[in-house]
């Protein structure tokens, strides 16, 4: 049981590129969320999905898009990136009862 | 506008002594509160959930109050220990049950 897995762990990025951050759960849960942590910072939620098929904008979504094909992946795309999104991103899927689990996070550096 | 506030600056405590870190909101009417420890470069970890119509939860050596007229909740660690030094993120859920918000977070070192 692996939990909630994201890859790739660093990315050095150039203003302009794109990139897709992959993550995975094996839990079967329906809820699934992304967030940014910047430096000695709290975690800001960038998208959130309840369900295959269904995602829906947190309070930083500016920049970034997901989907949502299966209950398992939840895919975080950065298109055209500037170094304001330069964060760690983390992805997380949640419990019925509220409880998440994280991913151990993904460092992306844009330059 | 919507806060959460968790105090900015280190806690510091010697150890066998009682944490207590603060989460205060403002325009939330959160269902449900949860604390969360982070460690330096992991993902948070799940502690504790306290619902709006609870006042007091308890696990182990952790304590956490729910106060919905304050809009307050406290977290105590009793008989801290150099091994709870990290930093705790409070989270509310907001947007009925669907959005899990966090605050800042505290970060505590506990000394031998």
């Known amino acids: 049981n692996a939990g909630v897995t994201q890859t790739p762990k660093f990315r050095i990025l150039k203003i302009g590129q794109s990139m897709t951050l992959q993550c995975t759960q094996d839990?079967?849960?329906?809820?699934m969320y992304w967030y940014r942590q910047d430096p000695g910072m709290g975690l800001k939620l960038i998208y959130y999905s309840v369900g295959a098929g269904i995602t829906d904008k947190g309070e930083v979504p500016n920049g970034y898009n997901v989907s949502r094909s299966t209950t398992e992946d939840f895919p975080l795309r950065l298109e055209l990136a500037a170094p304001s999104q330069t964060s760690v991103y983390f992805c997380a899927s949640r419990l019925e009862t509220g409880e998440l689990f994280f991913g151990e996070g993904s460092r992306l550096t844009v330059l | 506008s919507q806060k959460i506030e968790q105090n900015s600056e280190a806690l510091n405590i010697q150890e066998g002594k009682t944490a207590t870190l603060t989460c205060n909101y403002t325009?939330?009417?959160?269902?449900?509160l949860q604390w969360y420890r982070q460690d330096p470069g992991r993902g948070p970890v799940f502690l504790l959930l306290?619902?709006?119509?609870?006042k007091e939860k308890r696990k182990e050596r952790l304590k956490v109050t729910f106060d919905t007229t304050l809009k307050q909740s406290l977290f105590h660690i009793t008989a801290s220990q150099p091994a709870d030094s990290a930093t705790y993120l409070c989270?509310?859920?907001?947007?009925?049950?669907?959005?899990?918000?966090f605050g800042a977070g505290t970060r505590l070192a506990v000394h031998p």
């Open positions: 989270a509310l859920v907001s947007g009925g049950y669907n959005k899990l918000i």
């Open positions: 325009n939330y009417s959160p269902a449900y």
């Open positions: 306290i619902r709006e119509n609870e």
């Open positions: 839990m079967n849960h329906n809820y």
